[in-house]
């Protein structure tokens, strides 16, 4: 069926192609980068240009205690509902590494390097030793030790968003909290700074300041923050009932009541643009839950019980593609295939421009298929990962190659909850 669209779509460029152009090698002591790289990269833990040291002993590009690597070291971070079993999975070398158990967990958050296990007590924080560095013009990929940092927030989070210098997690209820980025990355947990005014709010780090977005009736207007919470602007846009939160190349999308808020800073002046649905939309069918490929300005959400919208925000276009149930999806962008679960367990491709059905596969085990409301589809520039959870597996989908499994990775424990990290 072709879907609803608000606006013509076209594919993105290819940012793959340019993330890996830049990407930059160490290899033992030596560096192997092109010379046009070796200058303006100089960045202190806010991405910031900082002041050229009068000597220069470690390679550019150095991180203590990390290996740098020539291509991202992605890690799936997977827990157990049940028994409390957490473990990260090495989609690089197939090992997995087992860490403390972790009861009532209730879901799992990440931030590109850090896990964030959730339970009705406490946010428990794991450094899964896998990350990137992105700096415009080239990136840096690390790995280096999995291990547990602590309890980060004595209550369950609702949102958890970091830059490189702060992390903000946003509470179920209370005031969200704000942790600096070093003490975590060196394995303690730093005291919170508090924030008022931020009760269910979503707090995102953006351009070396804070962007919330409040939730709840009547509260509509998105602030702008210093890092020590005082409020420096309020966007002119509003953003009724904001749910969801998303960051992108292009800026910081939240979810409003009317369709998306795209916030952008230029020059430190920050602006918002509201993409909105173009026609009425129940609460129901809002796009609330954006799941993305990191550093993609492709954004997917599932609307109500039998569709999936898709956000292209560079083009500012919602396509509402007709699926029928489902319980996950996701899109790599740049003309790749919308990527639903349905349901009945079945993984099932769709061409976004014209909404039609390309390949479906029956993938999840028959006894996990009416209970896996649990399951996602993490995504990266080739594969595809899924967790299933009555067959204590995961698979691994070659998306371009008509969704052919390409790796099962047993676990021994069920995956009721999995997020990716190193991207």
């Known amino acids: 069926m072709t879907p609803r669209k608000i606006r013509k779509t076209r594919p993105a460029t290819a940012l793959s192609r340019a993330v890996l152009t830049g990407s930059v090698l160490l290899a033992g002591s030596g560096l192997l980068a092109g010379s046009g790289l070796l200058t303006g990269c100089l960045h202190d833990s806010g991405g910031q240009p900082a002041a050229a040291p009068k000597s220069s002993p470690a390679p550019h590009g150095y991180v203590e205690g990390a290996e740098e690597t020539a291509e991202p070291q992605p890690r799936l971070v997977l827990a157990d509902a049940g028994t409390g079993a957490v473990g990260v999975l090495d989609l690089i070398t197939g090992d997995i590494t087992r860490l403390k158990r972790t009861d009532g967990v209730r879901g799992l958050l990440a931030d590109g390097r850090f896990a964030h296990l959730r339970t009705d007590r406490a946010t428990h924080t794991l450094d899964t030793g896998s990350w990137t560095v992105d700096h415009g013009d080239h990136v840096h990929y690390y790995r280096a030790a999995i291990r547990e940092v602590g309890p980060i927030v004595a209550a369950g989070a609702a949102h958890v968003h970091s830059d490189q210098a702060v992390t903000a997690v946003s509470p179920a209820r209370g005031a969200g909290e704000l942790f600096d980025r070093e003490g975590l990355e060196g394995g303690t947990v730093p005291r919170g700074k508090a924030l008022p005014g931020t009760d269910g709010a979503a707090i995102v780090p953006y351009e070396q300041h804070l962007l919330v977005a409040p939730a709840g009736a009547g509260r509509d207007t998105v602030e702008v923050r210093d890092r020590d919470g005082a409020r420096v602007a309020t966007l002119d846009e509003p953003c009724a009932e904001a749910r969801g ?106 061409d976004i421009a014209t909404g039609k059905r390309t390949v479906r596969k029956e993938l999840l085990t028959k006894s996990a298929a009416p209970g896996a409301t649990s399951a996602v589809i993490e995504i990266d520039t080739t594969r595809a990962y899924v967790n299933d959870a009555a067959a204590e597996k995961v698979y691994e989908i070659d998306y371009n190659d008509g969704l052919r499994l390409a790796r099962t990775f047993p676990l021994g424990f069920a995956p009721t909850y999995m997020v990716e990290t190193g991207r």
């Open 245 to 350: 939160a998303a960051v992108t190349r292009r800026g910081v999308v939240f979810g409003c009541a009317d369709g998306a808020l795209l916030v952008s800073e230029d020059k430190g002046t920050f602006g918002a643009e509201k993409i909105a649905y173009g026609e009425e939309v129940s609460a129901a069918d809002r796009a609330a839950d954006f799941r993305h490929r990191a550093g993609s300005t492709t954004l997917a959400a599932r609307s109500g019980d039998d569709a999936v919208w898709v956000l292209d925000v560079t083009d500012r276009a919602w396509t509402r593609i007709r699926t029928g149930p489902v319980v996950a999806a996701n899109t790599a962008g740049e003309g790749a295939p919308l990527l639903t679960l349905g349901g009945d367990g079945a993984l099932t491709a769709y």
